[in-house]
């Protein structure tokens, strides 16, 4: 039973540039949610998407953007890149239920290194 | 979110108990505590969550006191693998799914 993937696993991109991150959900999953790791650290919330549409948002500005398609997999845009983008971006997934208490699910992450 | 407060960091004798401490004092009633883990270059990797009872899996028991303002992980057999920085999380039930993590507890298993 596969986890959840991301890719790619380390992208190199220089300021101004745009980027693209994908992520599959754990099987069984229907919502995903992105979060943005800086060196030393705890991951911080980006957005949340759920039937294709995103959810709950965290401070981040519109720079962010996101995408969930009809088999549940996620993308995640970056536009404009600044040096301060420089970060691991984690994908989680999990069950949408309301109440929910079902554990989020992450992958390993894309370390994008900002030039 | 509700905050937690975890000690920056803690060493554990390989082979014992280690047993990590986290306060909750805000915590409300719709709220679980979520415990995730850490290890270099990769995801946080679920532990546990509970409300109010105490809680136990393969990995890891959560104890939570009464009055559910404080909780304590333990990992029965530490062993060099547990080496981690383990994040204390408390999550709304209703709502709001997010995670709000906080810097965590830097954890290094001694031989």
């Given at each position: 039973?596969?986890?959840?993937?991301?890719?790619?696993?380390?992208?190199?991109?220089?300021?101004?540039?745009?980027?693209?991150?994908?992520?599959?959900?754990?099987?069984?999953?229907?919502?995903?949610?992105?979060?943005?790791?800086?060196?030393?650290?705890?991951?911080?919330?980006?957005?949340?998407?759920?039937?294709e549409e995103e959810r709950q948002r965290g401070n981040f500005p519109?720079?962010?953007?996101?995408?969930?398609?009809?088999?549940?997999?996620?993308?995640?845009?970056?536009?404009?890149?600044?040096?301060?983008?420089?970060?691991?971006?984690?994908?989680?997934?999990?069950?949408?239920?309301?109440?929910?208490?079902?554990?989020?699910?992450?992958?390993?992450?894309?370390?994008?290194?900002?030039? | 979110?509700?905050?937690?407060?975890?000690?920056?960091?803690?060493?554990?004798?390989?082979?014992?108990?280690?047993?990590?401490?986290?306060?909750?004092?805000?915590?409300?009633?719709?709220?679980?505590?979520?415990?995730?883990?850490?290890?270099?270059?990769?995801?946080?990797?679920?532990?546990?969550?509970?409300?109010?009872?105490?809680?136990?899996n393969e990995m890891a028991s959560l104890i939570i006191t009464e009055?559910?303002?404080?909780?304590?992980?333990?990992?029965?057999?530490?062993?060099?693998?547990?080496?981690?920085?383990?994040?204390?999380?408390?999550?709304?039930?209703?709502?709001?799914?997010?995670?709000?993590?906080?810097?965590?507890?830097?954890?290094?298993?001694?031989?």
């Amino acid at each position: 039973d596969a986890g959840v993937t991301q890719s790619p696993t380390h992208l190199i991109k220089t300021r101004g540039q745009q980027v693209t991150l994908r992520c599959s959900p754990k099987s069984g999953h229907d919502t995903v949610s992105w979060y943005q790791q800086a060196l030393g650290q705890g991951p911080q919330f980006i957005f949340q998407y759920y039937e294709e549409e995103e959810r709950q948002r965290g401070n981040f500005p519109d720079r962010f953007s996101g995408h969930q398609f009809p088999n549940y997999s996620s993308e995640l845009n970056v536009n404009a890149l600044l040096l301060g983008d420089s970060a691991l971006y984690l994908c989680a997934s999990s069950s949408w239920g309301v109440p929910s208490n079902q554990p989020q699910h992450f992958g390993d992450g894309t370390r994008l290194s900002i030039l | 979110d509700a905050k937690t407060t975890q000690p920056t960091s803690m060493d554990c004798a390989e082979g014992r108990a280690a047993n990590l401490p986290c306060n909750h004092s805000t915590i409300s009633g719709n709220e679980y505590v979520y415990w995730y883990r850490q290890i270099h270059s990769q995801g946080p990797q679920y532990i546990i969550h509970g409300l109010k009872n105490n809680e136990t899996n393969e990995m890891a028991s959560l104890i939570i006191t009464e009055d559910r303002k404080s909780s304590t992980l333990i990992l029965p057999h530490a062993t060099l693998r547990d080496t981690a920085v383990y994040y204390c999380i408390v999550r709304a039930v209703y709502g709001n799914n997010r995670l709000a993590f906080g810097k965590g507890n830097q954890v290094v298993v001694i031989p």
